[in-house]
Each structure stands twice: as structure tokens, then as C-alpha cells.
């Protein structure tokens, strides 16, 4: 999904729109298999769980809450997403 609409937005830059009508459409097409997305809130309030059962009390353990975040929410939230989330909490 991220690579498709990474492609859209470059062919939209470059002016072809065509192509980038395509990469939405396969991307529309692969969301319906996809599992839904948890919202920011959602995450946080997973995010929260994960910090208070690994101990995590500073930014320098955020290697990790990240770990443990990934194996949670697999499929759940983006990468991006879950990094600032966990950075905001642990600051």
C-alpha cells in the first residue's frame, strides 16, 4: 500500500496522472484484503500497554518498546505511525 501510493504521489509530480490513477486503483483493491488499520489512538492506547510491560521509562528504551510494538501490531500500523507514537510517550 505505501509503495503504491508513494508511486501515485511521484507520477502526480511528474505529470502523469494516468499512471498515478492506476496505482491508486490496485491500491484501493489491496485494502479490501488488508487488515484494518488501527487508528493513532488505538495505537497509543496498545503503545501504552506495551511500555508499561516491558519497564520502559526513558527514550533510551525505546529499541525496546519498538520491538515489542512491531511483534503486537503486525499489520495493524505503519511503521511511521508507531515510531511517533512511541517517541512522543517515552519523551
Known amino acids: ?5 508513494e508511486a501515485a ?10 499512471l ?18 488501527l487508528s493513532e ?4 492506547a496498545k503503545v501504552k500497554e506495551i511500555i508499561a510491560a516491558v519497564g520502559a521509562t526513558s527514550i533510551k528504551d525505546m529499541g525496546k518498546v519498538m ?3 512491531n511483534k503486537a501490531l503486525a499489520g495493524l500500523s505503519d511503521g511511521r505511525t508507531l515510531s511517533t507514537v512511541v517517541k ?3 519523551a
Open 1 to 5: 500500500m505505501k509503495q503504491r501510493k
Open 9 to 18: 504521489e511521484q507520477f502526480v509530480a511528474a505529470g502523469r496522472q494516468e
Open 20 to 37: 498515478a490513477d492506476n496505482e491508486l486503483s490496485e491500491a484501493a483493491v489491496m485494502e479490501k484484503y488488508l487488515p484494518k488499520q
Open 41 to 44: 489512538a488505538e495505537v497509543e
Open 67 to 69: 520491538g515489542a510494538a
Open 88 to 90: 512522543r510517550l517515552l
